[in-house]
């Protein structure tokens, strides 16, 4: 079993930064992937960004590319989600995850473990 604890969440204007930040404990060594996802009201839930803990690859969808930073310096150490420019489009509740086995790091179908998440609003 693996526990995920998101924080860093909050409220900020258009384009400012935020640094969210997901605690992991339990059995963290056994997933090979992370990702932090979101979900907007009325809307699916989306994997923005994916790191993988084999070969330290990033993965993120374009609407983020050059905004969002994912990262971890290792299993033990927290997940980061560094936002920069941020924009009202970004309002979402954010979700970090995590996953053995992943052919698709950007589905969020592949993860097995899901944090309660935490808000970000952007206002304009």
């Known amino acids: 079993q693996v526990q995920l604890v998101e924080s860093g969440g909050g409220s900020v204007q258009a384009g400012g930064s935020l640094r969210l930040s997901c605690a992991i404990s339990?059995?963290?060594?056994?997933?090979?992937?992370m990702a932090w996802s979101r979900q907007a009201p009325g809307k699916e839930r989306e994997v923005v960004a994916c790191f993988s803990m084999i070969d330290r690859r990033t993965t993120y969808i374009d609407s983020v590319k050059g905004r969002f930073t994912i990262s971890q310096d290792n299993v033990k150490n927290p997940l980061y989600l560094q936002m920069n420019s941020l924009k009202p489009e970004d309002t979402a509740m954010y979700y970090c995850?995590?996953?053995?086995?992943?052919?698709?790091?950007?589905?969020?179908?592949?993860?097995?473990?899901w944090g309660q998440g935490t808000q970000v609003t952007v206002s304009s």
């Open positions: 339990g059995n963290a060594a056994s997933n090979n992937y």
């Open positions: 995850a995590a996953g053995r086995y992943i052919a698709d790091c950007l589905r969020v179908t592949e993860y097995d473990y």
